[in-house]
């Protein structure tokens, strides 16, 4: 009897003390049976975290690979019942949706709607925690619609300005965006022409930009609005930008409304862009004295014309130059550039390149459209347009400004017997202590060593393209540009220096791509896209996102995989 006694006593107070049996620290399947105790569910989450982040690293971060596989499918279902069984242990909850995260496991989808159901003031981190996680899973197709319906509840909740608030709107959205499923457009919609003042206008920005990851047709005539809006009472705070981005990834289902907003008959584009204009006016009337609905309008729709590059918007971008408004004709011309022009046509184009430029304002603002525009010129590769350009940097009588950016295109674009004719304008300059620029012009020397190097051999070529330093690799971009349309090792060689920390020679060899990859490219479609996902929000690719995304577009249509 006592030794009985004795017995139980000891057994009491094991279990008084917690000291039975545990889950040893690395059998997954144990740890996972220890969430429904509410004493031992934090230490085992945090087991578990170790036993599934160790046997990842030891993967070398496959989460396909057998071993994390076997690892995720003992754990995920009970860290999902666990976060839906026990609401009330916030922490515990949180901590199992960043587990989840690293996982990145479908099958906890369930857990992530769940949390999207947040409430004020305790569970918003929850709601931002499983958006970010939707976002990097692969979501079943025939789950999206409810995991779309769950973002589209939860976002129409959030009516305030709170920090927390648009967080939650901020990883919301994107994980629309994410999801490349067209069933969450009218929600994407509905964010991204909203006028509130409750939601800041980058909210705005972000819902457009993710309508253009959907490629989705039906938002068309939101994002032709979108070409106009603004912030309220901000006028300077616009969304055209990301907007013809979205109406460009669309690709040719945006032509013809844009055709219609270039020609005055979109009545919608009209009344936003005087209502744009009556806005500058409460700032800044001798801006806005200056304005007119068309200029407005035919400046947006120039450029995504452009960027698009439709043969079909030849003849609509031709009478548009011809506009007497200094704007519209210039923003004309420049799109001309970028388009898709007919060998029988090219001759059209070059005149009106010409009759624009000679056309521009003389003062200091027409110095600056010039430049552009010599600069869009030089981007057309086009041996026709070379005398053209070497006029412009003979020009005594021109502006100094105007003669250096014109020197430098041709030194750019020249061949072995252009670059002879540049040397010799070169060396009859006078110096600047005789008002003339040569010291300045003989920057550009090296680039014409380099033509008497290579002359128009595109193999010379290739390999000065590929070259870190960056007058070489700029020089080789420009004249594989010219001379090497179709040639897979000059595209080779360009999409390698897409990632160049050198934004230059980036953009150099991306406008050279976009001339020569005719019937598009794969490796510069993928590349761009790795950039995007390596350095999004890094300024580097903001700076190139503007060009890269449009030439991506364009390079997918040519490739036959045009949305």
Request: proline share 4%; net charge negative.
């Amino acid at each position: 009897m006592i030794v009985r006694h004795r017995g139980w006593a000891v057994a009491v107070l094991v279990a008084t003390l917690g000291l039975g049996c545990h889950a040893a620290k690395d059998d997954p399947e144990g740890q996972a049976g220890e969430l429904a105790d509410p004493v031992r569910r934090e230490n085992a989450i945090y087991n578990l975290k170790e036993i599934y982040t160790e046997t990842l690293a030891a993967n070398n971060g496959d989460r396909s690979s057998e071993a994390v596989a076997e690892v995720a499918s003992v754990i995920v279902g009970p860290l999902t019942e666990a976060y839906l069984k026990y609401p009330e242990d916030g922490m515990s909850g949180l901590a199992i949706l960043d587990l989840l995260y690293e996982m990145r496991d479908p099958r906890s989808l369930p857990a992530l709607t769940e949390a999207l159901n947040w409430r004020t003031e305790v569970s918003e981190d929850h709601a931002i925690r499983a958006a970010q996680t939707i976002q990097v899973i692969d979501v079943p197709s025939e789950e999206r619609s409810q995991v779309i319906a769950a973002l589209g509840r939860s976002l129409e909740r959030i009516t305030g300005s709170r920090p927390e608030d648009n967080k939650m709107r901020v990883s919301m959205i994107r994980a629309l965006g994410s999801l490349n499923d067209q069933g969450a457009t009218e929600i994407l919609t509905a964010i991204a022409t909203k006028q509130d003042e409750n939601q800041n206008f980058l909210i705005n920005r972000l819902a457009a930009q993710q309508l253009g990851e959907l490629r989705d047709p039906s938002a068309i005539p939101a994002l032709i609005k979108c070409l106009f809006l603004f912030a309220p009472g901000r006028p300077d705070m616009r969304m055209n930008d990301v907007a013809a981005e979205a109406l460009i990834l669309i690709g040719r289902p945006s032509l013809k409304p844009l055709l219609g907003v270039l020609s005055g008959q979109d009545a919608t584009a009209n009344a936003i862009a005087k209502h744009y204009i009556d806005a500058i006016k409460a700032r800044r009337p001798d801006l806005a004295n200056r304005m007119t609905v068309r200029q407005v309008t035919g400046s947006e729709a120039s450029f995504a014309l452009g960027a698009l590059g439709f043969s079909e918007a030849l003849e609509p971008l031709l009478e548009e130059a011809a506009s007497s408004d200094t704007a519209r004709k210039l923003n004309a011309a420049i799109a001309l550039v970028r388009v898709d022009v007919p060998a029988a046509q090219q001759d059209r184009v070059r005149s009106t390149l010409k009759k624009v430029y000679d056309g521009l304002p003389t003062g200091f603002g027409g110095v600056a459209m010039r430049g552009q525009l010599l600069a869009a010129i030089a981007h057309t590769y086009d041996a026709e347009m070379m005398p053209f350009i070497f006029e412009q940097a003979a020009d005594k009588k021109g502006n100094p400004e105007l003669r250096l950016i014109a020197v430098h295109n041709y030194a750019l674009l020249a061949d072995k017997g252009e670059a002879a004719k540049l040397s010799a304008l070169i060396a009859g300059e006078p110096r600047s202590e005789d008002g003339g620029y040569r010291e300045k012009f003989a920057e550009n020397e090296p680039l014409l060593a380099l033509a008497n190097e290579c002359d128009t051999n595109v193999d010379c070529w290739v390999s000065k393209a590929a070259s870190s330093e960056a007058d070489k690799a700029r020089k080789g971009a420009y004249m594989l540009g010219r001379y090497a349309a179709g040639n897979q090792k000059a595209i080779d060689a360009l999409v390698g220096q897409l990632g160049s920390e050198d934004l230059g020679v980036r953009l150099s060899a991306l406008m050279a791509i976009d001339r020569i990859a005719v019937d598009g490219s794969a490796a510069a479609v993928a590349k761009i896209d790795d950039l995007r996902t390596r350095e999004e929000g890094q300024s580097v690719w903001t700076r190139f996102r503007g060009e890269a995304l449009p030439i991506q577009a364009r390079l997918r249509s040519r490739g036959g995989k045009a949305s």
